[in-house]
């Protein structure tokens, strides 16, 4: 992961999502919006129906 994160922020976003979507979310929404819009990007462009399906954004931000 790049996008301008620093390696154990990288590592922390990994370790979250590779543990469960419920540590990975929470990690998600208690990062800025700067750093919440980076990661959705990423995932949006490796698995875009994924990501529009099971959206990780709050239903009034997507």
Partial sequence: MSAG?????????SK???????EFLK????????EQTK??????KKNPKHILK???LPKDKR
């Fill in 39 to 44: 990661i959705f990007v990423l995932l949006k």
């Fill in 27 to 34: 990690l998600f929404h208690s990062l800025s919006v700067k």
């Fill in 54 to 56: 099971n959206s990780i």
């Fill in 5 to 13: 994160f620093t390696l154990s922020s990288a590592l922390e976003i």
């Fill in 16 to 22: 979250a999502s590779y543990n469960s979507k419920e």
